[in-house]
């Protein structure tokens, strides 16, 4: 008998704010977790918030162990890795301390192994603090696999606004690329009759608002802007866990960005990427693209190519890739089927090439 159910798992606590990393032994006492963490970050994130949230935690009377990932790409490797230490290990919780890399290897190894797992972001480039996916690297395809939502996310202005301001506005790409995320998602919806939670994308929608309302705000050292930036991000994990699918935050943009990581790997940042995607689907689903592009530029995120040294034939090539690398999603590129000429028009009519 099939069960027409739909489960969504949500975090318990989020907190935003500045110095709330103080309140993490707060957080784990909470939830139940008064006897064993482990932590699994980088090296360099180990420094900047991994210890403090170690010795915070001890401070409370847990016993805590650190995992120091070397890589700064996840690959399944890694993920292994990380589970034999929690198999070794059996902590009660699983606390996830960096940028992307180092929160989706504690994501998945915890979800492989049955235990709660904690977001610590360290930088906010992307919306995988709070999703239930995880980005990892080395399979056949670029995608994301279902891990698990964190218990509770904790994320301190006051660590993420150290890093470089081209990481917060990539976030910001990020996120503004969920006005065609969510049409592509309509999309397939109304075509394909795919599965699509109208409140899921409502929610992914509205924090691509959140950021084109505040964007006054975005500009390099503004905690303000970072405030506003870490509630849309949340947002837009919360909409993927409702979901129970990456579709509210990922379409045709997205796969535009995939498509540039198989061609030019680590040329750009992921929210880079997608905010350059989402310039051109935005036209292509006849939208107000210039909107798109306008809000990306006064957040400070790249708008041509160019500036991140993107030649412009592999803009081209990207654009022709995309439709092909995740066949089962359905977006605006299956309707339009770009050619070499249409795809070539589309980047330099909207600026992205020169
Ligand atoms: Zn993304």
Redo the contacts with the bound molecule.
Sequence with gaps: MSLNLHRMQLPREVIVGNGCLQLIGDVCGNLGFDKKALIITGKITNHIAAQKVSELLQDEGLEVDCHIVSSDIPTLDDVMQAEEVIEKLKPQVVVGVGGGTKIDIAKLSSAHKGAPFISVPTSAS???MASPFASIKGLDKPSSIKAQSPIAVVADTSVIINVPYRFIASGCG?VI?KFISTRDWKLAHEKKKEYYARYAASLALMSAQHIVENVDFFKPGSEEGLRVLLEALVS?GVAMCIGGTSKP??GSE?LF?HALDLLSPNQAL??EQ?GLGAIMMSKLHGMEWETVRDTLKKVGAPVTAREVGIPAERVVEALLKASKILPERYTILNEKQLTRKTAYELAKTTGVID
């Design positions: 992307h919306d995988g990020d690329s837009c935050c990922s997205h960005s992921h929210g997608c």
